[in-house]
């Protein structure tokens, strides 16, 4: 039996899932600001990433205190603090951070959007849990539907090949760190310990990795004097980080991390349609149709039953 007891009818999942999904499908636009649009000036990618984190974790350690979740997690939640929170907060950022310097945005959040297969992958593997057919059978049309907006957006991107293939396999190499990250999170041992107390503490050791890397690599810390750059690291560090990783490893551990990974298919389509608002996107019949068919196999996929569809071991 798996340990995921949870079910995205309950309230208590849905809700929390319907904010990250819209937070984190925010983020994309706002991290295009964030790289200074190849401005000379800006902040390097890894510094900017140690400063999010930083405001993360500071707002972390303020929130375990006072919904009063012990920061005493000795040595053993030290070590898994350290463990999952360098692969979700260093590599997993600074691969997505690099990526957006190759391609646009929108291709970054739709290669993202292959996470929820290594999640799945590596939960029956390793945790030893169990989908449904009509898990599958979602799961794959909403996987058609990634695919179509894949090709939409590689057809719509003006730059080199060469470009092309270092921006898709740096943001490969994020989904497979954060699907690493999101393993641990469901894991026994992680599960026993408050989310509170272990995000505090594994965005510390990032920061701290996050900060060591940007100073050999970039030389000491650079300040923006753009006031839209620090608006849109507090967003990123508050919401996009704090509140959103929270919620998430939440969803991790009450339904396993394939379901909770269905966030990262919708954020594409948020992604597009705020870039329809700011930048003017424009939707191609193949953009709409992938868009509507990750709707429909999320739809179909999260709604399955344990009670009522055969389990694939």
């Not at 509170?196 to 594994?202: D, E, N, R, Y």
């Not at 920061?207 to 620090?230: H, K």
Request: some cysteine.
């Amino acid at each position: 039996m798996t340990a995921h007891e949870g079910s995205f009818r309950d309230l208590r999942v849905l809700v929390p899932f319907v904010l990250i999904t819209l937070v984190w499908g925010s983020t994309w636009i706002v991290i295009k600001d964030q790289l200074g649009g190849g401005d000379a000036s800006a902040v390097p990618l890894t510094w900017s990433v140690a400063y999010r984190f930083a405001i993360a974790c500071a707002a972390m350690f303020a929130y375990a205190l006072a919904t009063g979740a012990s920061l005493r997690i000795g040595w053993k939640g030290h070590v898994l603090a350290a463990t999952f929170g360098v692969p979700q907060f260093v590599l997993n950022f600074n691969f997505v951070y690099a990526a957006e310097h190759y391609v646009t945005s929108g291709l970054v959040a739709v290669v993202f959007a292959l996470l929820m297969v290594p999640n799945s992958a590596l939960a029956w593997l390793f945790l030893k849990d169990r989908v449904t057919g009509r898990f599958v059978a979602g799961s794959a049309l909403a996987c058609a539907g990634v695919a179509l907006l894949f090709v939409q957006e590689i057809r719509a991107s003006p730059v080199s090949a060469a470009d092309a293939v270092t921006g898709i396999g740096l943001a490969l190499l994020a989904v497979i760190s954060a699907s690493a990250a999101n393993i641990m999170q469901a894991s026994a041992r992680l599960r026993a310990r408050p989310i509170a107390s272990m995000l505090a503490w594994g965005m510390f050791y990032a920061v701290i990795v996050n900060a060591l890397f940007a100073f050999a690599w970039f030389g000491p810390p650079v300040v923006e004097d753009r006031p839209g750059y620090w608006i849109g690291l507090a967003y990123l560090g508050l919401f996009a980080s704090a509140a959103a990783f929270t919620l998430y490893f939440g969803i991790v551990r009450a339904v396993g991390p394939g379901k909770a990974a269905y966030s990262s298919l919708i954020v594409p389509v948020i992604a597009m349609a705020i870039s329809t608002v700011a930048e003017g996107y424009r939707w191609s019949l193949l953009a709409l149709a992938g868009g509507v068919l990750a709707l429909i196999g999320m739809l179909i996929a999260l709604t399955a039953s344990r009670l009522t569809d055969p389990p694939i071991d």
